[in-house]
């Protein structure tokens, strides 16, 4: 049974970091689609980052040149480094991940196929 668990989350001030990690368990995902989405309360959950099965990387505008997604194949995680953090970054932040090497789009929700329970970032102004 494939399961993806998010850590890192936290409550940092604006302007401050935090790291999430995602640890995939019962299938290897090392040349797979991984991304990272995020949910806002009364919102619609949104793409935020996406690594591709040869590692390119895709980020949304709002966060480009702020969050750096990367992965590590022996430890079987992703990652997503997010920097300058505003308080509209504030979500819950899901990690998710593709059972096919070549996906429609990167950015769009049905592309990915197993998914995390998520992680709550909260960004104070």
């Known amino acids: 049974q494939v399961q993806l668990v998010e850590s890192g989350g936290g409550l940092v001030q604006a302007g401050g970091s935090l790291r999430l990690s995602c640890a995939v368990s019962?299938?290897?995902?090392?040349?797979?689609?991984m991304g990272w989405f995020r949910q806002a309360p009364g919102k619609e959950r949104e793409f935020v980052a996406a690594?591709?099965?040869?590692?390119?990387?895709y980020y949304a505008d709002s966060v480009k040149g702020r969050f750096t997604i990367s992965r590590d194949n022996a430890k079987n995680s992703v990652f997503l480094q997010m920097n300058s953090l505003k308080p509209e970054d504030t979500a819950v932040y899901y990690c998710?991940?593709?059972?096919?090497?070549?996906?429609?789009?990167?950015?769009?929700?049905?592309?990915?196929?197993?998914w995390g329970q998520g992680t709550q970032v909260t960004v104070s102004s």
């Open positions: 019962g299938r290897t995902f090392s040349s797979y689609p």
């Open positions: 690594i591709s099965w040869i590692d390119n990387t």
């Open positions: 998710a991940a593709a059972q096919s090497r070549i996906i429609a789009t990167m950015s769009g929700r049905r592309s990915y196929d197993y």
